[in-house]
């Protein structure tokens, strides 16, 4: 046991200066990967940004399609469902089997 004494004081500033050197390593890989994580979530913030503004945009042109006097989505809506009602009724005597 007196034999590992001397050992372990030579080994010692070895072993504290792997140890310095490994915590410094792990230390910039995570500065790394923050600032990529960063990065990343900067672009996608700017995704977001550039979507919500075109989706806007949109809602802008249908809110002035809807409030146009001159359009008038109901009766077109209305019109299309009596369109299909004619439809469906001449599709029913055909189907019958009628010879």
């Not at 990529?36 to 996608?44: G, I, Q, S, V, Y």
């Not at 979507?51 to 209305?78: C, W």
Request: proline share 3%; no cysteine; net charge negative.
């Amino acid at each position: 046991m007196g034999d590992l004494i001397p050992l372990a004081g030579t080994l010692a500033p070895f072993l504290m200066v792997i140890g310095i050197v490994y915590v410094r390593s792990q230390a910039k890989l995570e500065e790394k990967r923050i600032a990529a994580t960063t990065d990343n979530t900067a672009e996608k913030a700017a995704q977001y940004a550039s979507r919500i503004t075109e989706m806007e945009d949109r809602i802008r042109v249908l809110e002035r399609i809807v409030t146009d006097g001159g359009y008038n989505v109901a009766s077109q809506i209305e019109a299309l469902r009596d369109t299909r009602r004619v439809e469906a009724q001449l599709e029913v005597p055909a189907s019958t089997g009628h010879v």
